[in-house]
């Protein structure tokens, strides 16, 4: 057990910040690299840091031989930068969802990480929310009977938020697994994203502990009204014999049981959700046993889901878990869907998806 770990940070634009001003807070850390190829985010950042700092991710690494390697990069750089992690001697990899573009890339991550040893933590550190941690608790409890359901919805597009939803949702279900899936999707003006996406993607999760899942994302998801920022319309939720709870990411917490109704407050907040989130990086490295709550292992359980939901959208019907072959799903989806257009759910999300059916935008500006 080291006194402090030194970390390396590739991207400093918003989230590569909050990553390292987390790690520089925690003493357990010390920020002694950062990356980034905008010449003025990478001053910026070595100027509050301090350490080594350049725009080649793989030079930056191996001065520093880092404990963890953090990136928060574009989804599209994945597998490549697990590699340069792994050159450097990084015991520990840290990035950003989704775990990758596609089953090709995904599988090649996993193996490389199996390969290597090196742990892995990717951030759906929103299970570290107040809110989201009361309704796990009243999940828990027995609160709620046996739960049959879990769910999940967001207005934001896949690559943003399925990956979140369905972190929560298997969280909610005990952390099962899913034994397979069954999916539509419609549109394809995100296609071309940086985090590429089909407008609009639902369908049913059946997990190995009987549970079901139902999850919708994008533009035909329907609305959070009860949330006013538009990233943080999403609900996630259990049901269960005798109740339900579910969280609203911008807007707290509610519950109803054979006790009666209850709420609360919360709203994602990377101030408080970004330090627990660190600190048990820290216990991890410590620690071989105390594995972290956002391991690489959850993240890629809900990352074959998300895959598995883009294939049944172009082949029809159910597809089996876990995947066995690689293919690039989003290209395919694309292709399949292409020249579709999506029809909104409400005229909130005409701003986000401006390729929307105009038909449907107009009507229901009525």
């Known amino acids: 057990m080291k006194d402090r770990y030194r970390v390396v940070v590739v991207g400093m634009g918003k989230r590569g910040m909050h990553h390292a001003l987390a790690f520089q807070a925690n003493e357990r850390f010390e ?47 994945r597998s490549q930068m697990i590699r340069i992690a792994i050159e450097s001697g990084a015991r520990l990899v840290a990035f950003e969802k989704p775990v990758a573009l596609n089953s090709r890339e995904g599988m090649e991550v996993k193996r490389l990480l199996a390969a290597s040893g090196v742990k892995a933590v990717v951030s759906h550190q929103h299970r570290y929310g107040e809110h989201y941690r009361k309704v796990k608790d009243i999940i828990a409890s027995g609160a709620l009977g046996r739960v049959h359901t879990v769910y999940g919805t967001a207005s934001g597009w896949m690559m943003h938020m399925l990956s979140h939803l369905i972190d929560y949702m298997r969280w909610y279900s005990g952390d099962a697994k899913a034994e397979w899936v069954m999916g539509q999707a419609a549109g394809c003006g995100k296609c071309s994203d940086p985090h590429p996406s089909p407008d609009y993607i639902g369908g049913f999760i059946q997990f190995t502990n009987g549970v079901r899942g139902i999850v919708e994302c994008g533009a035909g998801a329907p609305d959070v ?142």
Not at 60 to 77: G, I, K, M, Q, Y
Not at 259 to 287: F, H, K, Q, T, V
Not at 304 to 324: F, K, N, T, Y
């Open 31 to 77: 920020v002694a690299g950062v990356c980034d190829i905008d010449a003025a985010r990478l001053d910026a950042a070595a100027s509050k840091f301090g350490g080594v700092k350049g725009k080649d991710a793989l030079r930056v690494a191996l001065s520093v031989r880092p404990d963890v390697f953090c990136f928060c990069t574009l989804p599209n750089l």
């Open 225 to 366: 009204p009860e949330v006013d920022y538009w990233w943080r319309k999403c609900r996630i939720g259990a049901q269960g014999t005798e109740g339900f709870a579910e969280v609203l990411t911008g807007g707290g917490w509610r519950a109803v049981t054979k006790a009666g109704s209850s709420s609360g407050g919360g709203c994602m907040n990377y101030d408080l959700d970004m330090p627990p989130y660190i600190e048990d990086m820290a216990e991890w490295l410590d620690d071989d046993r105390k594995v972290h709550p956002c391991n690489f292992e959850s993240a890629y359980a809900g990352f074959e889901i998300m895959m598995a939901l883009c294939r049944s959208a172009m082949e029809g019907g159910q597809v089996a878990l876990p995947l066995r072959d690689t293919a690039d799903e989003i290209g395919m989806l694309g292709a399949h869907l292409a020249g579709q257009k999506v029809l909104l759910s409400t005229a909130a999300n005409a701003s986000a998806y401006p390729s929307a059916s105009p038909e449907l935008e107009l009507a229901m500006s009525r």
